[in-house]
């Protein structure tokens, strides 16, 4: 017997993945759903747990496997077109419910090609505007990283210590701190000399 599964995703935890089931459960009351909860487009398919579990041991030719969005199997188009026909190799039929197409029609192939590189193209301006968002930041003089741990106090005494010709081994352990991060510091004021 044919059987019906929905297939959910969601990248964080902070979202929810009800709104992508109910719309499958809407349209096809039926459907077991399997859901990818915090896990990334950017994650192939088969590597994904709940997905790898339909490709790999659930979906049987004949089966119908339903998504919300196009977007929701891959984020680059090569992956998503891949998919698709491997799925039409096996006779399982593959839905979106919001771009409303039975992908494995002719129509379906030429709306899923548009479609995955629209989502690739996202996916690509999101990582140029991130890209440039960290570019501005820096450029305003924000930090990113872990804060240092030495503090105004600890510099002072670095550099003092160091002219002094305390030894930096002696130095980290005087003041609790790991020798590279008073290497780092000495570097930063210029102060490094040949022990």
Do not use: C, W
């Amino acid at each position: 017997m044919n059987k019906t599964y929905g297939y959910v995703r969601v990248s964080t935890d902070e979202q929810t993945s009800n709104s992508q089931r109910d719309a499958i459960i809407a349209r096809f009351p039926t459907a077991s759903i399997l859901a990818d909860d915090g896990i990334s487009g950017t994650v192939p398919p088969r590597e994904r747990p709940a997905l790898g579990i339909l490709l790999n041991q659930l979906l049987q030719e004949g089966d119908t496997l339903v998504i919300y969005a196009i977007d929701r199997i891959g984020r680059n188009a090569r992956d998503t077109l891949e998919l698709v026909e491997e799925l039409e190799k096996r006779k399982i039929t593959l839905v979106s419910i919001r771009e409303g197409v039975d992908l494995s029609s002719a129509v379906g192939q030429a709306v899923l090609g548009v479609m995955a590189s629209f989502a690739q193209m996202e996916r690509k301006l999101i990582l140029e505007r991130q890209a440039a968002g960290i570019e501005a930041a820096k450029s305003r003089g924000q930090k990113f990283g872990r804060p240092t741990k030495i503090g105004a106090k600890e510099a002072g005494e670095i550099v003092m210590r160091r002219a002094m010709g305390v030894p930096i081994a002696t130095i980290a352990k005087q003041l609790n701190l790991s020798r590279s991060a008073i290497y780092r510091h000495l570097e930063k004021v210029d102060a490094v000399a040949p022990e």
